[in-house]
């Protein structure tokens, strides 16, 4: 492991980043190098030394009075989430993380099925008769770009790991490091963006949202998938802690939350349409339920409006 040279740099969020209010109560705090909070932080294998990084780095998980979202006072600056995510959090980080912990990546079919009805969903919400042009933002390695690339769609990601998307982008397939480069390479509006698992890792997730509203097409489609925290507070066990990770999950959304913030960018939550990717008839049935009750998630579908001179006019007669 290579330490940086100097520590990393902390700095205050003094607001809630959905809402804006700034009363809110503390519901968890103290430091990474407590005990039990060091030993969660080691499982994580980052690929850079946090402790020589990070001394007497302070947390202090916050709970708006506002809108009950929960989120990270202390957060590190620009320059300290380069390098959590563009050297810590490699190629290689990932792939012993998911190693321990998440044995479900092992199964690739089960995978592809998830990304080919989430591509299903996005396909049917979108305009028909059209190739949907689709933005991964956080792709990552790829994986579900390269699906929606075999299913006919006009793929287009982005992610700030190069390590990580070397594979895919050795494919030929468009992997941008930020927004300004995706504007740069003179890409219109889409049809639909995905933004999984990314709302949680970053400073100004509003903003975010913003930036990503302003690049969908009239009436398109966004999906947004965080995790669930939900009735977490101060973390029991380390599946819980990784809801709440001081270093990454500095957002902690739960369905209500993510809910108010779509709406407060303009955007439209919406059902999720039925997909059905099964042989067997309980799976089916299952997957037809959804049809009646589609319990409160934090998988959403939302939808951006038309704009009101962007409609047809009726004639009058």
């Known amino acids: 492991m290579t330490a940086p040279a100097a520590p990393l740099v902390f700095h205050a969020r003094p607001a809630c980043p959905v809402c804006g209010a700034t009363s809110g109560r503390t519901i968890w705090s103290g430091r990474l190098t407590d005990a039990q909070i060091a030993a969660h932080l080691d499982r994580f294998f980052y690929s850079g030394d946090w402790r020589a990084a990070l001394p007497n780095a302070e947390f202090a998980l916050k709970e708006c009075a506002g809108c009950a979202m929960k989120w990270h006072h202390h957060v590190l600056d620009d320059a300290g989430l380069a390098v959590l995510y563009g050297a810590w959090a ?60 075999a299913l006919g769609l006009e793929a287009v990601g982005i992610d700030i790991s190069a390590s990580r998307t070397a594979d895919i982008r050795a494919e030929g ?119 009646v009750w589609q319990p409160a998630s934090t998988d959403v579908f939302f939808r951006k409006p038309i704009a009101r001179d962007a409609r047809p006019h009726r004639v009058q007669t």
């Open 90 to 149: 490699d190629a290689e980080q990932a792939r012993r993380f998911e190693a321990a912990h998440v044995p479900d990546k092992a199964d690739s079919f089960a995978q592809a099925t998830q990304m080919t009805k989430l591509i299903l969903r996005l396909r049917h919400l979108t305009t028909p008769g059209t190739q949907p042009r689709l933005l991964d933002f956080g792709c990552g390695d790829g994986k579900f770009l390269r699906v929606a690339r």
């Open 173 to 291: 397939l468009e992997i941008l490091p930020d927004l300004d480069a995706l504007d740069a390479a003179g890409h219109g509006a889409f049809d639909a963006i995905v933004l999984s698992q990314v709302l949680e890792h970053v400073t100004d997730p509003r903003g975010l949202l913003q930036a990503l509203v302003a690049r969908l097409g009239c009436g398109g489609v966004l999906f947004v998938a965080v995790p669930d925290t939900s009735g977490v507070a101060v973390p029991g066990d380390f599946h819980q802690f990784t809801l709440v990770q001081p270093l990454e999950h500095i957002n902690a959304f739960a369905p209500g939350s993510l809910r108010e913030l779509g709406r407060r960018v303009g955007l439209r939550a919406i059902r999720r349409p039925v997909a059905f990717m099964t042989t067997t008839p309980r799976a089916a049935l299952r997957t037809a339920l959804n049809w």
